[in-house]
């Protein structure tokens, strides 16, 4: 009885919107209603198969909405699949199967459809994989090794904070072997100094772990002092009186701000707790008042320093 409610449902779309087309390895294949939802003479699914809601009332999506498309052959997944979000309409997952199992290249998507996971698969397990923000930028670089675990370098990376910032800043790094951390990791700040220098023996145990602080001479250097010597900010700097921009704004104690001093140079921006920000960016001056650093402060204390483009 599903099935037939799936072809009537089919049909309703090609009626409204006429035939559709699928792309499928490198090919368009048209799509028929003699053709899709079709199964073989031993009764195994079979050409090209249109799952809606209405055939899995259990996974809760719209009746006419998709749960995924795709082709079987001889009641195995074979090709190009594709799986929605519960909305039936948007795109969650794009991959090749091979014989019941994911094999080959795949993406993932987030609900507004942009990118959120590209990679490759041997028979369910990764080997490769790319992961990204919403914003666009990538995430996460990782490798796998035959077992299925992390094998090479991994590699985690800030999201930028400007939209000047076109390549991918890199905010912790790692080796793996079988699935052991080994060698080298390191940790950057986002102003690219060096944070924090770890080192594992060959079988994943830690032998060392030194911390600098955010005042390395980037791009020169990455090494800035060994973190006992770093000066801990915990205390937003006071400006008094705060003042804004022609004096249009009230200011919020809890509540997104822009703070000017005395010059109308900008000096706070970001939300505030207490009349204290508490996330934001505070931007510091010389005598001449010329931009020097900006520091990016994160639950109320200092976080890393933003190189200034």
């Not at 899995?56 to 979000?85: D, M, Q």
């Not at 003042?243 to 109308?264: A, C, M, T």
Request: net charge neutral; charged share 25%.
């Amino acid at each position: 009885m599903h099935s037939l409610v799936s072809v009537l449902i089919a049909l309703s779309y090609l009626l409204i919107s006429g035939p559709k087309t699928y792309a499928q390895e490198d090919s368009l294949q048209l799509v028929s209603l003699d053709t899709i939802n079709q199964r073989n003479e031993d009764g195994e699914k079979h050409g090209y198969w249109i799952v809606y809601g209405v055939d899995a009332p259990e996974k809760e999506y719209p009746l006419e909405g998709i749960i995924e498309e795709g082709t079987y052959a001889n009641g195995f997944k074979n090709g190009v699949w594709k799986k929605y979000y519960k909305d039936g309409k948007t795109v969650r997952l794009e991959g090749n199967y091979k014989d019941n199992r994911p094999c080959g290249d795949f993406k993932y998507y987030y609900e507004d459809g942009t990118l959120k996971n590209v990679g490759s698969s041997l028979y369910s397990r990764r080997q490769l994989s790319e992961e990204f923000y919403r914003s666009g930028r990538r995430s996460v670089s990782r490798s796998y090794g035959e077992n299925g675990s992390e094998d090479g370098i991994i590699t985690f990376y800030y999201d930028s904070l400007s939209v000047k910032d076109s390549i991918p800043q890199i905010e912790f790094q790692y080796e793996k072997e079988n699935g052991i951390t080994i060698g080298q990791a390191v940790r950057y700040y986002y102003s690219g100094c060096l944070r924090e220098l770890i080192e594992y023996n060959n079988k994943g145990v830690l032998v060392s772990r030194v911390e600098y602080c955010d005042d390395c001479l980037f791009p020169i250097d990455t090494l800035g002092s060994q973190r006992s010597n770093c000066y801990q900010k915990d205390k937003m700097p006071n400006y008094e009186p705060i003042l804004y921009r022609n004096q249009k704004k009230e200011f919020l104690p809890n509540g997104y701000n822009k703070v000017f001093d005395e010059n109308n140079l900008i000096v706070l921006d970001g939300n505030f707790k207490n009349s204290k920000m508490w996330k934001g960016k505070l931007y510091l001056y010389n005598d001449k008042n010329q931009l020097i650093r900006i520091e990016l402060w994160e639950n109320g204390k200092f976080h890393s320093n933003i190189p200034i483009n």
